[in-house]
């Protein structure tokens, strides 16, 4: 499995703004101690205008998104990974949970601060085929709703270019 992303064959595009395709995918818990050691890394940069998205994951790799708020004023994310994909939460960002501690769950960051998520996406191959789709990945800011964004969770098989 190969992604690559940014100025290397961009397969990752942050929406800054625009409508955001949700797909469902599952998460696997992670023991505390392999978080200290993500397979992958997305860096989420914050402004008052929007989110700025760089790296990538693959179904099954540990991750950290590492989110900066760069802004002027307190900005949150949120995402449907959060739910219950979430496997340690490292730095100063403060959770934020729906009624009786279930459902909703964001992070807030005030301006300047730095946080790290970690988590895991289980793959779901088709049964026919073994391999899984790309997967969009959504996230907003709960308190901005213009703020939205997403990242790809990419599976490849084989040789990725050519020669």
């Known amino acids: 499995m190969k992604v690559r992303v940014g100025s290397r064959k961009s397969l990752?595009?942050?929406l800054c703004g625009g409508a955001v395709a949700l797909a469902a995918v599952g998460t696997a818990a992670v023991p505390a101690a392999q978080a200290a050691?993500?397979?992958?890394?997305?860096?989420?940069?914050?402004?008052?205008?929007?989110?700025?998205?760089?790296?990538?994951?693959?179904?099954g790799s540990l991750t950290a998104i590492v989110v900066r708020n760069e802004g002027s004023m307190t900005h949150g994310i949120s995402s449907p990974l959060f739910k219950?994909?979430?496997?340690?939460?490292?730095?100063?960002?403060?959770?934020?949970?729906g009624e009786k501690g279930k459902g909703f769950r964001a992070y807030h960051l005030e301006p300047?601060?730095?946080?790290?998520?970690?988590?895991?996406?289980?793959?779901?191959?088709?049964?026919?085929?073994?391999?899984?789709?790309?997967?969009q990945v959504p996230f907003w800011?709960?308190?901005h709703q213009h703020m939205k964004g997403e990242f790809?969770?990419?599976e490849t098989r084989g040789e990725v270019g050519g020669g």
């Open 84 to 97: 219950s994909g979430v496997v340690k939460k490292e730095g100063a960002g403060v959770e934020i949970r």
């Open 141 to 143: 800011c709960d308190i």
């Open 37 to 59: 050691d993500p397979e992958m890394k997305i860096e989420v940069t914050i402004s008052d205008k929007g989110y700025n998205v760089k790296g990538h994951t693959m179904p």
């Open 112 to 135: 300047g601060q730095t946080m790290t998520l970690y988590f895991q996406k289980e793959t779901h191959p088709d049964p026919g085929t073994g391999i899984s789709e790309t997967m």
């Open 152 to 154: 790809l969770v990419v």
């Open 12 to 14: 990752m595009r942050c």
